[in-house]
T-cell receptor, first 115, second 112 residues
Framework: AQSVTQLDSQVPVFEEAPVELRCNYS??????LFWYVQYPNQGLQLLLK??????LVKGINGFEAEFNKSQTSFHLRKPSVHISDTAEYFC?????????????FGAGTQVVVTP | DGGITQSPKYLFRKEGQNVTLSCEQN?????MYWYRQDPGQGLRLIYY???????QKGDIAEGYSVSREKKESFPLTVTSAQKNPTAFYLC???????????FGSGTRLTVV
């Protein structure tokens, strides 16, 4: 079975500062990796995903993530945050062998951006 | 535009009552999922379905039931057997492995 650990439950950050959200996973087989964002009282929206190829993945809203197979990590970064980036962020994995593509989610990281 | 519609957005239930949450998609996705979200616990899988008339239990299926009579619809019933039903419920769909999910906007259920 796979598992996902988001190392920070909350990350405070000032507007225009960089932010990094950490995600580690464990799995005995290869995985696909995803980051989602959730604004209050809304569903989740896909930010980016890694399936194969280049380990640096660019997503929407200026976010990017880097897949590190040796460290089993998929950290999310943004070089300069805005107030509107205040939200909860979820890392998720699915096994490449799972034909249903079920996702296992981390517990989430709450990002709070202040002026 | 294609998407997933969950209704109602807010739902209040008296103890001992069953309630049904609606989830409809027009994305032509085969797979559909129900998750429960509680603060600090991420998303926990309740039930999932990949084809009509077939569904599987997830990690926390006790006290819940589903049906999949049409490809577009995957309603969730929260029964009186669910001891702590107050939560945010999310429905999602997927076209298959590696595609990720498309989520609905959620239903917040409160027991009063």
């Amino acid at each position: 079975a796979q598992s996902v650990t988001q190392l920070d439950s909350q990350v405070p950050v000032f507007e225009e500062a960089p932010v990094e959200l950490r995600c580690n996973y464990s799995s005995s087989v290869s995985v696909y990796l995803f980051w989602y964002v959730q604004y209050p009282n809304q569903g989740l929206q896909l930010l980016l995903k890694y399936l194969s190829g280049s380990t640096l993945v660019k997503g929407i809203n200026g976010f990017e993530a880097e897949f590190n197979k040796s460290q089993t990590s998929f950290h999310l970064r943004k070089p300069s945050v805005h107030i509107s980036d205040t939200a909860e962020y979820f890392c998720a994995v699915s096994l490449t062998t799972d034909s249903w593509g079920k996702l296992q989610f981390g517990a989430g990281t709450q990002v709070v951006v202040t002026p | 535009d294609g998407g997933i519609t969950q209704s109602p957005k807010y739902l209040f239930r008296k103890e001992g009552q069953n309630v049904t949450l609606s989830c409809e998609q027009n994305l032509n996705h085969d797979a559909m999922y129900w998750y429960r979200q509680d603060p600090g616990q991420g998303l926990r899988l309740i039930y999932y379905s990949q084809i009509v008339n077939d569904f599987q239990k997830g990690d926390i299926a006790e006290g819940y039931s589903v049906s999949r009579e049409k490809k577009e619809s995957f309603p969730l019933t929260v029964t009186s057997a669910q001891k702590n039903p107050t939560a945010f419920y999310l429905c999602a769909s997927s076209i298959g492995v590696g595609s990720g999910y498309t989520f609905g906007s959620g239903t917040r259920l409160t027991v009063v």
